[in-house]
Structures are given as structure tokens and as C-alpha cells.
């Protein structure tokens, strides 16, 4: 059978530099290193244009090169004959690249020096194995397809958003072993994603915002393609860093507060892969571990995937939601006892505090803040989704607005800061809102 | 030295330091190129440099070389990389009149001494000891590849990379 890229793809993991051969229209060769040769397809590669170099002299007179990958378990040699077709210097490539990059260069100690300024695709023409070169024969790689159906089972078995992403992240940790793993969900205006389920860290971290184009989450998100790097960057990281930048962000609001990304402090390797309904980005899955180069392409197809699966399923009940909204049941929540539990809002970002502990804010504080004074004023505890979608003080985006997932958010941050409130689901599109404590509401203007 | 000796041509561009790190336990990757400038390229088994830093001899593994050697024939030109793993320190050098010459009695011991040194290098930056052999792979046999340095770069990944060793 003839070698193909996709058998070789450990090869383009950046772990081992390559090197290419070119040749300038007067016949004289040149030989290189390069750091990053990425897989594209079964028939291109891309190679990092880092440098104005005279290799990329050559290759724009005289498009035919060869370069030759290592193993990176093997030690075998593959030399591959290519012809140059195009630079890409923006979109999904380029950003994969890019992250990719930023990965090898702080592995290499050259941070700052390798900086990605295109990427240059190739057409693979023909791939031997140099003779002699490996340790041991090509490794049988696990397909991984038994894993996913195992996790596509769980996932088809969800009956709401909520359930779904809990299925995701216990598959990824029972059949595939991915440990630390969460859920980001977007907001229409695509101007932050926020956290609603994870596992694996101290703290849940549910609520936690990253801005598009941020850190490898917000990059998967801006460019909707994958994101994986194998070594820590601080370019790609979130770590102390990012946080501290949230800690800045938070004190110029004054009243603002940041709930803290969860996180491995020795995060090496991670990944976050879009998750689309169509053309429409619902979220981000992301995952990580201590390990350096976890994260190979075969996790990044598993990965990808599930994620187009649980894309489709989040859309398919976001409609059942809306077809299957019901007529409120009897009020059966328990009356409130003990101290009354003061409740301040602030209007300037619907941020809201219980006692003095930071809950919420933004669209998902606007439905705490409606709940509240409905069981205040009306003393209401039953609602659906489709009363808070058609509420104009809720100010929801517009109607593609994921709205169950700003509540699985609420009902989350509940559970964690406030037992004295909670959400309970009374059937699909419906849900109780139970306080269980007497509440004293205090609006704060602008 | 040169107005001692009567030599009257231009001085050749490795420097002693240049010769003893190429010579030393770096990577060694060989280019050349066919009638229709179709590049070809390996990676070497070691390297000598005579006396005089005149003339660089490179060791390939013959069935390894693809068309190297019959381009070697062909055209003789050529193009060598040498590279520090553990720092990037990288040089390349470029020649017009590369030929194979024949084995000398110290070649198989450079070719055994250059894969110690170089395997050190690697498992200095967390490789195996296998995977640098692996790599290397086995060499039962060696080819010589003699040529005259025309030109040298640096090469070592950041702003100086493509300047040539000789201002």
C-alpha cells in the first residue's frame, strides 16, 4: 500500500524540525530548517513562512521542493516532493498555524524569534520512506472510533442542553481519559464566551468570560476551526497573565467583578474546537492536560466530531424547547424561611450581589434579577423559557440568543454561590425558580 | 599567514570555529539538485574539513541518498546545513564543484564519532538515545562528498538568519 500523509500525521506535530530543499532558477540548491509542517488534507502540507528567506525566494521562481519529516516515535524519515501553490496569511489555516507555532517556539526557547507571517501550502507529490531510518515499524493507530460511538451514545441520550454538555464532558473523560475539559457557550453579538460546564478543576468556574480571539479558546472561536497547541505558550495561554489582565478589566468597572477561569496552572497541551450549528457558533470545547503533545490529530478528529454532533443536537433541542413550551404547573415550592438575604442589582451591567457575594451579571443577572421580583411582586415561582425570551427587560440579543444556556449558567452559579435560590426544570421549556430564604431587593441606579 | 605562504587567493570562509563546529556533534543535511532543478536532500553521517578550511567533506549513507549522488555527477552543486539541535546554532554552505571522492581510512571512524556526539546533543534536549539512532540510522555503508565552501550563511533562526559568514 502507498504511504499517505494521513498514516505519517505524527510527522507534522512540530515535535521534530523538518527540513526542505529548494532550488533558485540558476541552479543552486538550498537547504533549511523549518518548524512547522502542518497536515492539511491528504494531499497538501503547509509549511511556516517565518522569515524572508531564500527559501522562499526559490520556491516563488521555481515552485518544486523537497522535504523530508521525522517521526517523532519512530525516528523514520519521510521525504516528501512538493510544489509550492499559494501563501495564506489570515484565516483558519493561518490561525492554526499560528497557535501551533507559538506552541514549538516555547518548546525550542523562541519565543518571540519564530513569528508565523504566512502560511505556505503545498501539493504533495509523492512521499517515500528513506530506507533504514526507524526503530520499529509504523504504529497501528487506534481509530478511536469505538470511543466515539460510545460518546455519540451518551450524547443522543441527552433530553436537554444542559445534559448534552454533561454528556460531553464525561465521555471525554471515560472513553477517551480527557480529565480536564469545559464548555464554553457564545453570546449572539459573538463578543464573549462564557463558561457553563467543565471537569476536572477545584473550582467549576462556571460564568468565566473569554473574549473572542483570545488565548486558544477565543482563537477557535474567532477563526471556527481548532486549536491545538503541545507545549505551553504565553502567547496561546490563559495563564497568569490573562488573569491578571481580568483582574485589571474588573477593577475599571468598579462594581464589575470576574468570576476566575478555571485552569490547570501547568497546563501543556490544549485544544478547543468549535462547536457550530451551521454557520451559527454555539460554543467552544476545550480540553487540556500537564502532559506536553497530549493532543494529537487523532484527538483533534474525535474532538471535532463530537463537537459537530453536539452542535447538531444543541439546535435540534433549542426547537423542541420552543415547540414544547406547556402551561406552568401548580406553584409547589417550599415557602422561604430564616434571615432575610439582601439582593442588590446594579444596573450599569445587571451585575447582582447576594449579601456581598458577586453572582452574576449581563443577561443571565437580568433573568435572575425578572425571577426575583416576579416572586416578589406576584409571588411567581413558575416560568418557561418563552416568557423570558419575549421579556423586553431581559434584553436578549436577538432571537438566535442561546437562552437555555444562560440558564444553565444561572441555575449553576445558584447552586454554587446561593443555595438559598435555585432553578429547577419542570418540563422542557419550563423551569421553577426556588427561594428558600426570604429576599429583600435593592435596585442600585447607574 | 596568507602573505608568508604566497597564497594569493581570497581567504576561505570558515574561520577555525566555523571548521570545529561543523565537525562537531550537529546535524548534517545535504542538497543538491537534478538537470531541471528538482532538489534532493539528506541527512549526512558526519563531516571533515581539510587542513587549509579549502575543502569540506560531507558523509552520506548511499542508499539512503536518493539522487543525490548522480546529481553529485551530473552538476555538481550543492548546499549543506549544520545545525546545533540543543541551540539552533545553524550555518550553511554552498559549493559549486562538489564531486564523491573516495572513502579515507578515518571517515568510518568521523561517521561513528559524529553519531556519538550528535546523539549526546540531542538527548542533552530530552531525545532517546534510540530515537537519535534511529534517526541516524544504521550506515553499513558511506559515500564521500568533497567540495569547495563558495559561499557561507548563518543561519540560526532570528534577524541575522541569511547573512553571509564572511562581511
Known amino acids: 500500500m502507498p504511504l499517505t500523509l494521513h498514516a505519517i500525521r505524527p510527522c507534522f506535530e512540530g515535535a521534530v524540525p523538518a527540513v526542505i530543499a529548494t532550488c533558485a532558477l540558476d541552479g543552486t540548491p538550498n537547504v533549511s530548517y523549518i518548524s512547522e509542517v502542518h497536515y492539511v488534507d491528504a494531499r497538501h502540507v503547509a509549511l511556516s513562512f517565518q522569515f524572508f528567506s531564500k527559501t522562499r525566494q526559490n520556491v516563488l521562481e521555481n515552485p518544486r521542493a523537497t522535504v523530508v519529516v521525522i517521526h517523532p516515535d519512530t525516528g523514520a524519515q519521510y521525504k516528501l516532493a512538493v510544489r509550492y501553490l499559494r501563501t495564506e496569511d489570515s484565516g483558519p489555516l493561518f490561525e492554526c498555524m499560528k497557535a501551533k507555532l507559538a506552541g514549538i517556539a516555547s518548546h525550542a526557547g523562541m519565543t518571540g524569534v519564530f513569528r508565523l507571517r504566512g502560511s505556505d501550502v503545498y501539493r504533495v507529490e509523492s512521499i517515500t520512506e528513506v530506507y533504514g531510518t526507524s526503530i520499529a515499524a509504523l504504529p497501528a493507530r487506534s481509530a478511536g472510533a469505538a470511543e466515539l460511538r460510545c460518546c455519540m451514545a451518551r450524547l443522543s441520550s441527552a433530553s436537554d442542553l444542559a445534559g448534552l454538555l454533561d454528556a460531553l464532558l464525561d465521555g471525554l473523560a471515560a472513553h477517551f481519559g480527557i480529565a480536564q475539559a469545559m464548555v464554553l457557550m457564545g453570546d449572539a453579538a459573538g463578543e464573549k464566551l462564557y463558561t457553563v460546564a467543565s471537569r476536572g478543576y477545584p473550582q467549576s468556574g462556571v460564568g468565566a468570560e473569554i473574549r473572542p480571539g483570545e488565548g486558544v479558546i477565543g482563537t477557535a472561536a474567532l477563526a471556527r476551526t481548532p486549536i491545538r497547541i503541545s507545549h505551553a505558550t504565553s502567547e496561546f495561554g490563559y495563564g497568569r497573565a490573562m488573569r491578571e489582565d481580568a483582574r485589571s478589566r474588573g477593577i475599571t468597572a468598579g462594581i464589575e467583578q470576574e468570576i476566575a477561569f478555571p485552569g490547570l496552572p501547568e497546563s501543556q497541551s490544549q485544544i478547543a474546537v468549535p462547536i457550530l450549528a451551521g454557520e451559527r457558533l454555539l460554543g467552544v470545547l476545550f480540553a487540556e492536560s500537564a502532559e506536553t503533545s497530549r493532543f494529537g490529530y487523532d484527538e483533534e478528529d474525535a474532538l471535532a466530531v463530537l463537537a459537530s454532533h453536539v452542535g447538531a443536537v444543541a439546535a435540534l433541542l433549542e426547537e423542541r424547547d420552543d415547540a414544547h413550551e406547556e402551561a406552568p404547573a401548580s406553584a409547589q415550592s417550599a415557602s422561604p424561611e430564616g434571615a432575610p438575604l439582601r439582593i442588590r442589582r446594579y444596573a450599569e451591567n445587571d451585575s447582582i450581589f447576594a449579601g456581598e457575594d458577586y453572582l452574576i451579571k449581563g443577561v443571565a443577572g437580568a433573568i435572575l434579577w425578572k425571577l426575583l421580583r416576579n416572586f416578589v411582586d406576584e409571588q411567581r415561582t413558575e416560568h418557561t423559557n418563552r416568557e423570558l425570551r419575549l421579556d423586553p427587560t431581559i434584553r436578549l440579543p436577538d432571537l438566535s440568543e442561546n437562552l437555555e444556556a444562560r440558564l444553565i449558567l444561572l441555575q449553576r452559579r445558584l447552586e454554587e454561590r446561593c443555595p438559598a435560590l435555585g432553578i429547577e426544570k419542570t418540563g422542557r421549556g419550563r423551569f421553577r425558580f426556588n427561594v428558600r430564604r426570604p429576599v429583600r431587593l435593592a435596585e442600585i441606579p447607574r | ?167
Open chain 2, 1 to 167: 599567514m596568507r602573505g608568508m605562504t604566497g597564497d594569493k587567493r581570497p581567504d576561505p570562509p570558515l574561520d577555525s570555529d566555523h571548521a570545529a563546529f561543523i565537525q562537531g556533534g550537529v546535524s548534517v543535511v545535504v542538497a543538491t539538485r537534478d538537470a531541471d532543478c528538482v532538489p534532493d536532500l539528506v541527512r549526512g553521517c558526519g563531516c571533515r574539513v581539510s587542513r587549509d578550511r579549502r575543502r569540506v567533506t560531507v558523509l552520506v549513507e548511499p542508499s539512503r541518498a536518493g539522487t543525490l549522488l548522480d546529481d553529485i555527477a551530473a552538476n555538481g552543486m550543492i548546499a549543506v546545513v549544520f545545525s546545533q539541535p540543543s541551540t539552533h546554532r545553524t550555518i550553511q554552505l554552498k559549493g559549486s564543484d562538489a564531486r564523491v571522492v573516495k572513502l579515507s581510512a578515518a571517515d568510518r571512524a568521523i561517521a561513528a564519532r559524529h553519531l556519538r556526539d550528535w546523539s549526546e546533543d540531542l538527548c542533552r534536549i530530552g531525545y532517546t538515545p534510540e530515537f537519535a539512532n534511529a534517526v541516524r540510522g544504521a550506515a553499513p555503508r558511506l559515500a564521500a562528498i568533497a567540495f569547495t565552501p563558495s559561499a557561507a550563511f548563518q543561519q540560526t533562526p532570528g534577524p541575522g538568519a541569511g547573512k553571509s559568514l564572511v562581511p
